[in-house]
């Protein structure tokens, strides 16, 4: 396991290479992860947003390459342990900035070797944005989900190389990642489990979003917990329900990743109610989806 330090010195023996983004290898970690929120996600409620500390964690940024492509990432884990279990933390489009950095954090503090990889390295940095048209436009936009389950790929395989145990591999995500914590759940071998927190389930197929979870309910290898918010605007409880008939239909035919799905709605939460540091926050909803994920990776066999 890389602390900072190492880290550093690990990066200044890497060779200069030049990805597609033009960052070299020894520039790659250039903007830290985890630092500070994303200009695109103001306001910041200063008063709700939580701070996990990092006593007894070992935590920071490293890189992996996928294909040639310098992968950043943050990273947190219990100081000094190894053999460790293993969760993929995936942002929100506002990238890997402090609230995913300090979710990843909390599930350290309760084992896990936490993983938030940089999903939109190659498009672009999403810290530079203020706007969220323009955030979306210009990267989210772009972000073949191709590209998402490869680069996960190599997050896990990093994972294993420094402490990790790839027989226990949960993945969560919020919001853009919630919906890809549903297609990872498709995808890997290696999954156990999956909590998605209020992600898009259905929409319309392009050459970069070929299929959306309920396009995919009949194949899920590993069990997923959905999160929701009744009030949620952009995310319907019809295609909740849509998501909940496919899983059925699909457990009806034997796959028992599908049957073991389910979804929980807080009835009066909005849209990222988990984010502490907006106001959309809803603490209940917050710490009751929180304490139902770790449930649901213990019972799943990821802990």
């Known amino acids: 396991m890389l602390n900072r330090d190492q880290n550093d010195d690990f990066n200044a023996l890497l060779p200069g290479k030049t990805t597609e983004a033009g960052a070299t290898r020894r520039t790659a970690l250039k903007t830290a992860l985890g630092v500070g929120y994303a200009a695109t996600a103001m306001p910041i409620m200063a008063q709700t947003a939580i701070k996990t500390p990092s006593a007894g964690l070992t935590s920071g940024e490293a890189i992996y390459d996928v294909d040639g492509f310098t992968v950043p990432f943050f990273y947190a884990a219990p100081e ?4 460790l279990p293993v969760i993929l933390v995936i942002q929100e489009i506002f990238g890997v900035h402090e609230y995913i950095a300090d979710t990843c954090r ?8 936490a993983i938030a990889p940089e999903l939109y390295a190659r498009q672009g940095d999403p810290t530079k944005y203020g706007e969220v048209a ?3 436009t210009e990267v989210v936009s772009k972000v073949p989900d191709a590209q998402v389950m490869g680069d996960l790929d190599g ?5 294993g190389e420094n402490g990790g145990n790839l027989k226990k591999v949960g993945i969560t995500g919020f919001c853009w990642g919630g919906r890809i914590t549903w297609l990872y759940a498709e995808r890997s071998q290696n999954v156990k489990a999956g909590v998605a927190w209020y992600g898009r389930l259905v929409g319309a197929a392009s050459a970069l979003t070929p299929k959306h979870p309920v396009d995919l309910a009949a194949g899920i290898k590993a069990p997923v917990l959905g999160l929701y918010g009744g009030q949620d605007g952009g995310i319907p409880l019809t295609t909740v329900n849509q998501m909940k ?14 049957m073991a799905s389910e ?5 009066q939460a909005p849209h990222a109610f988990h984010a502490d540091y907006r106001p ?3 603490k209940d909803a917050a710490e009751d989806g929180f304490k139902r994920a770790l449930e649901w990776f213990k019972g799943h066999g990821v802990a």
């Open 245 to 258: 008939d496919a899983l059925a239909e699909a457990g009806g035919k034997g796959n028992k990743a599908a």
């Open 155 to 159: 997050a896990v395989k990093w994972a």
């Open 263 to 267: 979804f929980v709605v807080y009835p």
């Open 280 to 282: 959309s926050f809803r």
């Open 106 to 113: 909390r599930f350290a503090k309760a084992g896990y070797l």
């Open 80 to 83: 000094g342990k190894k053999n």
């Open 134 to 136: 323009k955030l979306m």
